[in-house]
């Protein structure tokens, strides 16, 4: 049964969702207290703690609590043992809060999901075009729009891309539902428009990879997905 999200409280999921894009180009440090707001709403509005069944599978649990204890065995041979717990401390938490929305997130009405897609897909587009506008103006004046940076006034933009290069297949996949190829065809056209002259070529290779994951899960279906998750 879907949970019963009170208006404010759906209007606040939309606007973290229309908000990853934008704040991954701008601040990508503001997407951990982001998925904190995001998780606490969710806890919140979409039935409490009794909400959770079935968001933590026992595979995923395994997964995160051996990485959770490697990461604090790692502190043996670490320069700062402290900083090494407390950070993989942080990641799980993290990990968990993302369980949460994600399971939040099935649990919602087709009406909603819609609307957030809606959502992310708008922020992609805002995102991009605040990336154009910073690489415009370090390509005028020599200088970065925000950041600290050495040399390259560029390199502010680096972990905006990386966060448009994952959302880019998701956002597509939205497109395609809604607008078929020719919308997801536009979509990528302006991203690799935008990324064109920043010399960033892991983030081309993770959208080429994306691609090919999406085929992959498009025309075989989830069964045949293992070999990518090996």
Same mark, same amino acid.
Not at 107 to 134: E, Q
Not at 164 to 176: D, H, K, M, R, S
């Given at each position: 049964?879907?949970?019963? +999200?009170?208006?404010?409280?759906?209007?606040? *999921?939309?606007?973290?969702?229309? &908000?990853?894009?934008?704040?991954?180009?701008?601040? /990508?440090?503001?997407?951990?207290?982001?998925?904190?707001?995001?998780?606490?709403?969710?806890?919140? +509005? @979409? $039935?409490?703690?009794d909400g959770l069944t079935g968001a933590f599978p026992r595979r995923y649990v395994l997964i995160l609590s051996a990485f959770t204890i490697f990461g604090g065995l790692s502190a043996f041979w670490a320069l700062d043992p402290f900083l090494t717990v407390t950070l993989s401390l942080r990641l799980a938490a993290l990990?968990?809060? @993302?369980?949460?929305?994600?399971?939040?997130?099935?649990?919602?009405?087709? $009406?909603?999901?819609?609307?957030?897609? /809606?959502?992310?897909?708008? $922020?992609?587009?805002?995102?991009?075009?605040?990336?154009?506008?910073?690489?415009?103006?370090?390509?005028?004046? @020599?200088?970065?729009?925000? @950041?600290?940076?050495?040399?390259?006034? *560029?390199?502010?933009?680096?972990? %905006?891309?990386?966060?448009?290069?994952?959302?880019?297949?998701?956002?597509? &996949?939205?497109?395609?539902?809604?607008?078929?190829?020719? %919308?997801?065809?536009?979509?990528?056209?302006?991203?690799?428009?935008?990324?064109?002259?920043?010399?960033?070529?892991?983030?081309?290779?993770? *959208?080429?990879?994306? %691609?090919?994951? +999406? &085929?992959?899960?498009? &025309?075989?279906?989830?069964?045949? /997905?293992?070999?990518?998750?090996?």
């Open positions: 049964m879907a949970p019963m +999200f009170q208006p404010h409280a759906f209007r606040l *999921l939309e606007i973290c969702m229309f &908000l990853i894009a934008p704040m991954g180009v701008a601040a /990508t440090m503001g997407l951990v207290p982001l998925l904190v707001v995001m998780c606490l709403g969710c806890l919140v +509005f @979409g $039935g409490g703690l990990c968990i809060a @993302g369980l949460i929305v994600m399971r939040t997130m099935m649990n919602i009405s087709s $009406g909603h999901r819609y609307r957030l897609g /809606t959502a992310l897909v708008a $922020g992609v587009v805002v995102g991009l075009a605040i990336m154009l506008i910073a690489f415009v103006y370090a390509k005028m004046t @020599g200088d970065s729009l925000w @950041g600290e940076y050495s040399g390259n006034p *560029l390199t502010p933009l680096s972990r %905006g891309e990386a966060v448009l290069g994952l959302l880019f297949w998701p956002a597509a &996949l939205i497109v395609w539902r809604r607008l078929g190829w020719k %919308g997801v065809l536009a979509l990528l056209a302006t991203i690799l428009l935008t990324f064109a002259g920043m010399s960033n070529a892991a983030v081309l290779l993770s *959208l080429a990879a994306g %691609g090919g994951v +999406f &085929l992959i899960v498009l &025309l075989l279906k989830r069964r045949n /997905t293992i070999p990518i998750a090996a």
